[in-house]
């Protein structure tokens, strides 16, 4: 298959793989069926993913709005996405995500207490979607320190309880006679402002751990592999141990 690389070029681009320790040998052979072009898109999407930003969807019940949710985070850069499921089931439909799930690390959870505790265990300050007076406009939002952002369902927005579990209440400001958005445009506007200044608070801290890019590099590469030859894989390396 033609490339837009030379093999001088890709050649020198893997060996910076292994330089850098995103890859090591045992990954050789994933990396030798992974045409150029797609090995350097994985690598150059994972340079961009986050997970100082994060998304919990409560409740969302309409498939559309699920996959547009999740084909934003991707767009952004947003790696992690806790899930509550609401009356329906979580079934994001699959012409709108475009197979940008397929990219995104998605933590189901039982309910929203115990999806709010677990971040909250794991560093991040959480805010939730919120029409009222207290409400912080998205673009004052402070984000000095890791983030959840939680959206609601449709027709009644964020819970009672997350937003009493939450440290706030965040807001997109609207000048029109319709105070309120379609929960997937209001997640996009959210994503964008919050990626884009948590990007200049943060620095480095933005951006994946090498241990975090190492580990979602070589799940990315196995998904990019076709089903027979991710079977091979897998059947070489169990033979081994």
Sequence with gaps: MSSIYSQSEYLHF???LFEQGIVDEKDREIVEFIIPDRLKRLYDVLNERTRYISILLEAVDDGHNQAAVLRSADAFGIQDITIVTGRAPFAPNDLVTRSADKWLTLHHQ??????????RQKGYQIYASQLCDEAVPIEELEVSKPTVLIFGNEHSG????ATELADGTFMIPMKGFVQSLNISVAAALAMREVTKRAKKAAGEQYYLTMK?????FREWMMKSLNKRL????????????
């Design 230 to 241: 991710r079977k091979m894989i897998i059947q070489k390396r169990e033979s081994r141990n």
């Design 110 to 119: 039982p309910n929203i207490e115990t999806a709010i505790s677990d971040l």
């Design 212 to 216: 975090e890019k190492r580990e979602l």
């Design 14 to 16: 893997v060996s910076e």
């Design 158 to 161: 964020v819970s009672k309880k």
